[in-house]
C-alpha cells in the first residue's frame, strides 16, 4: 500500500459507535495552525506521472511527510482527492464507463469553445455579427482603443445541442437508455438514445445527420441492438441553442469531463520547507491533547 496514508498514523483512535475509527476530528486543529502559514504557500503543479508521496520526497526529503500536502490543500481522502497517474486514471475510466472509447464518445454536455478560437476578429466584423452571436465576444483594447473582439472566456453550458425523434420500422434486439446509435451507412453521425420503444428512437447528443430521403438503419454501440428507420417520420424536438450558435459550442465526452477533474487535482499548494518542521512539531502538540 502505498504511503499516501502515513498521515492517518499519526492520529489517535476513537470509539466511535462500537467501531474503532480514526479520530480525524484533530486535523481541524492543525489546519487552522497551517492557515496561519498561508504567506508561505505557493503554487505546485504535480507531474502526471508521480504521487503526493513523491513530491514531499522530492521537496521535502521525508515521503512521510505526505501528510503537510495533505493537511495543506484539505485533502481528506487521499484516494479520491487527489489526481491519478495515467495508467490508473485509464483504469478508472474503463472501470466506471466500460472502455475509454465509450467515455470518449458519451457526452455529458456542450460548452462553450472559445478555448480553441484564438482569432480577433476586427471591429466591423463584429458589428456584423447577428446580435445572438455577440455574446460570444468581448473587446480587446490597446490602452484605451477597442482594437479588436476575442473569443469571451466563458463557459457557457446547455445540457445537449438538439433533441430529434424518428419511428422505427423493425428493431432486432433492445437499445439501452444513453448508448451511442450510428448511422451504418454514414458512421460519422451518431448520437445517444434519449428514450426508446419498440416503435419509436428519441435521441440527443446529435453529431452528423438523421435526417434523410430513404430508409436507413441504425446500430446500438452497446447492445448490438439494430433498426430500421422510418425516414419520414424524423422530426426535431428541441433545438436548445438556435443554428447560428451551434458553432459557438462543442461536445464534452465523459472523457474530457473526468480528464479535467483530475487535471484540476494536480494544481495543488506546498508549504514553504522552512515551515516543514516547525508545522510538524505542532501537529505531535495537538495530538497529544
Do not use: C
Not at 41 to 49: A, D, G, L, M
Not at 157 to 177: C, P
Not at 209 to 217: G, I, P
Not at 224 to 229: D, E, F, N
Request: hydrophobic letters at 30%; glycine letters at 4%; aromatic letters at 14%.
Amino acid at each position: 500500500m502505498p504511503s499516501r496514508t502515513e498521515y492517518f498514523r499519526k492520529f489517535p483512535f476513537i470509539d466511535y459507535n462500537g467501531a474503532i475509527s480514526v479520530n480525524i476530528v484533530r486535523r481541524a486543529a492543525l489546519n487552522e495552525n497551517v492557515k496561519n502559514f498561508l504567506t508561505a504557500f505557493y503554487t505546485y503543479t504535480i507531474p502526471n506521472s508521480d504521487r503526493i508521496e513523491h513530491v514531499a520526497y522530492d521537496y521535502y526529503d521525508d515521503v512521510n511527510l505526505d501528510w503537510l500536502i495533505y493537511h495543506a490543500n484539505d485533502i481528506i481522502d487521499p484516494y479520491y482527492q487527489v489526481s491519478r497517474p495515467i495508467d490508473e486514471f485509464n483504469n478508472f475510466i474503463t472501470d466506471k464507463y466500460g472502455s475509454i472509447r465509450l467515455a470518449r464518445r458519451k457526452t455529458i454536455h456542450y460548452k462553450n469553445n472559445y478555448e480553441g478560437d484564438s482569432e480577433v476578429i476586427t471591429t466591423s466584423s463584429y458589428q456584423s455579427l447577428p446580435k445572438s452571436q455577440k455574446k460570444y465576444y468581448q473587446p480587446v483594447q490597446n490602452k484605451n482603443n477597442t482594437i479588436g473582439y476575442e473569443r469571451s472566456k466563458l463557459d457557457f453550458i446547455i445540457s445537449t445541442n438538439k433533441i430529434e425523434t424518428f419511428d422505427i420500422l423493425n428493431v432486432s434486439g433492445d437499445f439501452i437508455k444513453n448508448e451511442v446509435i450510428v448511422r451504418d451507412d454514414d458512421n460519422t453521425s451518431f448520437a445517444e438514445v434519449s428514450s426508446s420503444n419498440p416503435n419509436n428512437l428519441i435521441i440527443q447528443h446529435v453529431r452528423g445527420d438523421f435526417s434523410a430521403n430513404t430508409n436507413y438503419t441504425i446500430t446500438g454501440e452497446e447492445s448490438g441492438a439494430t433498426a430500421t428507420v422510418n425516414a419520414e417520420s424524423f422530426k426535431l424536438l428541441s433545438l436548445t441553442v438556435g443554428e447560428d450558435e451551434q458553432k459557438f459550442y462543442s461536445p464534452v465526452s465523459f472523457y474530457d469531463y473526468e480528464e479535467q477533474i483530475n487535471n484540476d487535482k494536480q494544481e495543488i499548494f506546498l508549504v514553504d520547507n522552512t515551515y516543514s518542521v516547525t508545522i510538524n512539531e505542532q501537529l505531535t502538540e495537538i495530538l497529544r491533547q
